[in-house]
Nanobody, 125 residues
Framework: QVQLVESGGGSVQAGGSLRLSCAVY????????MGWFRQAPGKEREGVAS????????YYADSVKGRFTISQDNAKNTLYLQMNSLKPEDTAMYYC??????????????????WGQGTQVTVSS
């Protein structure tokens, strides 16, 4: 049973930083894609960042490029999203997801097979 558990969300002022974590349980694939997505109230889900586990290549949405960094710790089976220079428009529920069929990092959410429960990020101006 694959389970993804996010943590690290919270409230921060604009310009601040947060680091999200996603612990992965029960996933036995050696190469796969993981991503971070977000959804604000009344808006569609948006892909934020993706990483190909096993190769390390990454892909970012233009809206977060240069501010967010996605990374992995294989020993801990944990995915991270370091978020710097946060803006009020970054406020959303953030989800991590895993795609065992992908060969490249992708922000296409319909390709992902497993999802976490989400962690809330709120950025005040």
């Amino acid at each position: 049973q694959v389970q993804l558990v996010e943590s690290g969300g919270g409230s921060v002022q604009a310009g601040g930083s947060l680091r999200l974590s996603c612990a992965v349980y029960g996933y036995t694939y050696s190469s796969y894609c993981m991503g971070w997505f977000r959804q604000a109230p009344g808006k569609e889900r948006e892909g934020v960042a993706s990483i190909y586990i096993g190769g390390g290549s990454t892909y970012y949405a233009d809206s977060v490029k240069g501010r967010f960094t996605i990374s992995q710790d294989n020993a801990k089976n944990t995915l991270y999203l370091q978020m710097n220079s946060l803006k009020p428009e970054d406020t959303a529920m953030y989800y991590c997801a895993a795609d065992y069929a992908a060969l490249l990092p992708t922000l296409h959410s319909d390709e992902y097979n497993y999802w976490g429960q989400g962690t809330q990020v709120t950025v005040s101006s």
